[in-house]
């Protein structure tokens, strides 16, 4: 099973709040991805891991967005601090293992920042 | 030349009706084209996927069709069903981890 929990499903905040985002990989994986989705923008791709060292993080907005991934079953972004501008859905997704191109996303973490 | 075009936008088609999504790119280095099929509340998933060597892929009543000198390709969806109403994306990869996504096309079948 590959799936991916994330945590919270939703969260509202207030403007310059900490936010932190949770995923966990249902069984471990070597690669994962933060994926930011607006209507505006679509899909937007924020930092890509792989055996837990961030390898493109182009993505990242600005320096207030940050991600870890201290293993290989759980992975945070967190936003310091956050403004209105930041209300998305975001996704965080783990490539199959068996490298056929296939991503697996969780179902999100909607953001609304006030 | 790492956009891909996606159309249309909306699209509402008949219980029973052919669905038809397009999406364009520019760069020939892309070797990897999945779409993925996303409905409110969460994460796209993968609903068929194709690489250029071939001109064509059914899966049930899905198919993709690649054209490979006009670099387009298209989903299709047969016989299309209320429950297939969700929002799809097209995508490209030069078959490394980055994928360049398509707008994605909100599709309603009315029953």
């Known amino acids: 099973d590959a799936g991916v929990i994330q945590s919270p499903r939703h969260e509202v905040t207030e403007m310059g709040q900490e936010v932190t985002l949770r995923c966990k990989p249902i069984s471990g994986h070597n690669s994962l991805f933060w994926y930011r989705q607006t209507m505006m923008r679509g899909l937007e791709l924020l930092i890509y891991f792989n055996n837990n060292v961030p390898i493109d993080d182009s993505g990242m907005p600005e320096d207030r967005f940050s991600a870890k991934m201290p293993n290989a079953s759980f992975s945070t972004l967190k936003i310091q601090p956050s403004e209105p501008r930041d209300s998305a859905v975001y996704f965080c997704?783990?490539?199959?293992?068996?490298?056929?191109?296939?991503?697996?996303f969780g179902e999100g973490s909607r953001l609304t920042v006030l | 030349q790492q956009q891909v075009k996606q159309s249309p936008q909306s699209l509402i088609v008949q219980k029973g009706g052919i669905s038809i999504i397009n999406c364009a790119y520019e760069n020939t280095a892309f070797d990897y084209f999945p779409w993925y099929q996303q409905f409110p509340g969460k994460g796209p998933a993968l609903l068929i996927a194709i690489r250029p060597d071939v001109s064509e892929k059914k899966e049930g009543r899905f198919t993709i069709s690649f054209n490979k000198s006009a670099k387009q390709f298209s989903l299709h969806i047969m016989d299309s069903q209320p429950g297939d109403s969700a929002t799809y994306f097209c995508a490209a990869s030069k078959g490394n981890y980055q994928l360049i996504w398509g707008a994605g096309t909100k599709l309603i079948i009315k029953p």
């Open positions: 997704a783990i490539l199959h293992t068996g490298y056929t191109g296939e991503l697996f």
